[in-house]
């Protein structure tokens, strides 16, 4: 239910600033700056993860996507250098993995203060290579009941999504998913490794053409 709404927003989002009236994604497809969403598989290391973005972004060609992605990263890496988020390259994909010490108050979806200038900082980059799409994930640790950690999981990944779209990314190049305490890469038996499960991750891909 929350992928579908989702994906219902960034259509509404993408929609409303192409000047277009309507609310239907599939007559949204023929109309405006915005092509329609285009439904695959991601390519992130998730199974069965599925991913609908926007098709009104460049592409780009097989023989070009190395480089292109090498940029961007070592970009990302001097931008993010010191700033407390990882970058870690995945194939052709890049992942910026975001702990929540930095980026939220325990048990709050919003974003602190301080960590605006390094957000601001990712969308500068995000913005120069607009030919990728981007996966805004949230994870929590096991703190909590299930329920509550998925809802918390949810509205921080929605939280810098409505942030990128701010600082002028498009829309229709995001998607969101909340994954709750399901996806933890460290135990959850001490505060430290608790610290690493509550993260929000960037997955970057590709757009290929």
């Known amino acids: 239910m929350y992928f579908k709404k989702s994906v219902i927003t960034c259509v509404f989002i993408s929609l409303a600033l192409s000047g277009c009236v309507t609310t239907n994604q599939e007559k ?17 290391n998730h199974k069965g993860k599925r991913a609908v973005f926007g098709a009104a972004i460049g592409a780009i060609t097989g ?41 939220f108050a325990s048990g709050q979806s919003y974003i602190t203060s301080g960590f605006h200038n390094t957000l601001n900082d990712i969308a500068r980059v995000l913005a120069k290579y607009e030919k990728t799409l981007l996966s805004i ?3 929590t640790d096991s703190v909590g009941s299930a329920e509550s950690n998925q809802i918390l999981s949810e509205e921080r990944a929605t939280s810098v999504e409505a942030y990128l779209i701010n600082q002028n990314i498009i829309a229709s190049r995001l998607q969101v998913s909340g994954y709750g305490e399901t ?23 590709p757009n290929k053409a």
């Open 28 to 44: 949204g497809a023929a109309i405006g700056a915005v092509a329609g969403a285009i439904l695959g598989k991601s390519t992130s």
């Open 63 to 103: 023989a070009a996507i190395g480089g292109y992605m090498d940029k961007q990263e070592q970009e990302f890496r001097d931008e993010l250098a010191n700033s407390g988020i990882e970058v870690v390259r995945e194939g052709d994909n890049l992942r910026l993995i975001m702990p929540s010490n930095i980026t």
């Open 137 to 139: 994930e949230g994870h």
């Open 183 to 205: 996806q933890n890469i460290a135990s959850n038996n001490d505060a430290k490794d608790r610290a690493l499960n509550r993260r929000v991750e960037i997955q970057i891909v």
